[in-house]
């Protein structure tokens, strides 16, 4: 083991990046050791298995093998069988996988080889021996043996027909080959298209999301982007810049300046729809491509008006981009509740609507399709038709402080004033700070005709005064609710 340890030792020195490449892991554990780190926060397997984070698909098994490889070494303690160097490859992955989900399946390789040595020193193949209940339990061995054989073929028929990876929600599929719902497939053959259709060979410089690992392998050597899955690499530094352009149009612009990208390609994540919605507004960039993964803007360059020109999305009609091919059930409800919920996003409830609908249609009692499509009918004003959805989603989540006030919203508008005034007190209770409701309820005293209407907007002011950085958004829509009450 020395000798291999030396061996790999002198192995790490061949790489790119000589001594720097070969100590790399040693500054990498450095860093995430602390828990305020930003990798250690941002990237889910650095964190402990005992994350709230982490599937409990992936915790479940760990737990069994602490369990098991505990007892194991307990038993080569007890029985003398037990290896120094055995031991201290255990303790050491142990610890390292406690400290880290990553290196789970590290520490079940290392577990592999004391048990095999320890059953190869038994002539018996016995580890823990309980002579009395064996003797009873011996008869038992054949039934136990089928159980055990049925479970591991009930597992592997789960991991083949992908209900394993459908139940866990994790939308990966058993098989070969990139799936759509996945990866920026649809995304890069757009790229492609548009590059083509310029007059000369385009070199892309990409602002890019840690989705982007295919976009290399689709583009290279002409594509280059921002950042790629491996964000460990880059440091927190550069990460911090990735999370602030990705969230801030200013920190954008700061970094496009630096860089002068020609295309956006983002996977359509929550935090960044409020970046893309600013770049679709924008003149200088234009959608091209937009689906239920990611979504695609380029630069407004004279070099790339005639792909521009062609692949130019219109919304208004509706979303036109191919559905991902030989793929349905819950891949499909992903796809249709991305497509609409950032056409919502973008100003387009129409289609969105259509979207939403489709993703009912297969999974009705998707909380998130719920929401989105009362969102999607009290934008058209049919406050009526959102109400069924908004309530469903209040019964499942009634802290759900979106959907109650949607749904305080629409009973508003159907004429059920009080029971739309209770929701918004209700919701305040909880969160007496949440000024969105603080404000909603203003207006719901104020159309009321009630002269609670200026305290409530009072009580909004104080709210904002409380930490007017975060609230500055809200501040003229208070001070015009307190002109507008005041007597």
Request: charged content about 20%; glycine content about 6%; proline content about 6%.
């Amino acid at each position: 083991l020395l000798a291999v340890l030396a061996a790999s030792l002198a192995l790490a020195l061949i790489n790119p990046y000589g001594y720097r490449g070969a100590i790399f892991p040693v500054q990498l554990f450095t860093e995430i050791s602390s828990s305020q780190n930003l990798i250690r926060q941002s990237i889910l397997e650095f964190r402990s298995p005992f994350s709230r984070d982490l599937p409990w698909f992936d915790r479940a098994p760990y737990i069994a093998l602490l369990v098991f490889s505990a007892l194991m070494v307990a038993a080569m303690l007890l029985r003398r069988q037990a290896h120094l160097m055995a031991l201290m490859l255990w303790a050491v992955f142990l610890y390292l996988s406690l400290s880290a989900a990553r290196n789970m399946a590290l520490f079940a390789l290392i577990c592999a080889g004391p048990l095999a040595s320890a059953w190869a020193a038994s002539g018996d193949r016995e580890i823990l021996r309980f002579p009395a209940l064996q003797k009873r339990l011996a008869g038992f061995r054949p039934v136990a043996a089928l159980v055990m054989l049925l479970l591991m073929v009930l597992i592997a028929l789960d991991l083949a027909s992908s209900r394993f990876f459908i139940q866990n929600r994790s939308f990966s599929r058993f098989g070969i080959g990139a799936l759509e719902t996945d990866y920026p497939i649809r995304a890069a053959d757009t790229l492609k298209r548009v590059c083509a259709a310029a007059a000369e060979p385009v070199h892309l410089k990409i602002f890019s999301d840690y989705n982007s690992g295919y976009l290399i392998w689709a583009g290279y050597p002409q594509w280059k982007v921002y950042v790629d899955p491996r964000l460990e690499v880059y440091g927190e530094e550069m990460m911090k810049n990735f999370f602030r352009a990705s969230t801030d149009e200013e920190e954008f612009k700061a970094q496009d300046r630096k860089y002068d990208f020609d295309a956006v390609v983002l996977t359509l994540e929550p935090q960044v729809k409020d970046l893309v919605a600013r770049l679709y507004r924008d003149p200088n960039w234009v959608l091209v491509h937009l689906d239920g993964f990611c979504v695609v803007l380029v630069k407004n360059r004279p070099g790339f008006a005639p792909g521009l020109g062609e692949y130019r999305l219109d919304l208004k009609p509706g979303l036109a981009s191919p559905l991902p091919r030989s793929l349905g059930g819950l891949w499909l409800v992903r796809e249709r509740l991305n497509r609409g919920s950032t056409l919502l996003s973008l100003g387009y409830p129409e289609p969105a609507w259509l979207e939403l609908k489709a993703g009912l249609e297969l999974e009705p009692e998707n909380m998130q399709l719920n929401f989105f499509a009362g969102l999607a009918l009290n934008m058209m004003r049919r406050y009526q038709e959102a109400i069924p959805y908004l309530d469903r989603v209040a019964a499942h989540n009634p802290d759900d402080i979106p959907d109650r006030n949607e749904q305080a919203w629409a009973y508003f508008a159907v004429g059920r004033a009080e029971d739309a005034i209770a929701i918004y007190r209700q919701v305040l209770e909880r969160h007496p700070k949440e000024i969105t409701t603080c404000m909603n309820l203003a207006l719901a005293y104020e159309n009321s005709r009630s002269g609670l209407a200026y305290p409530q907007w009072q009580s909004c002011r104080q709210i904002y005064e409380s930490d007017p950085q975060a609230y500055q958004g809200f501040y003229p829509g208070i001070e015009q609710g307190l002109l507008r009450t005041r007597r």
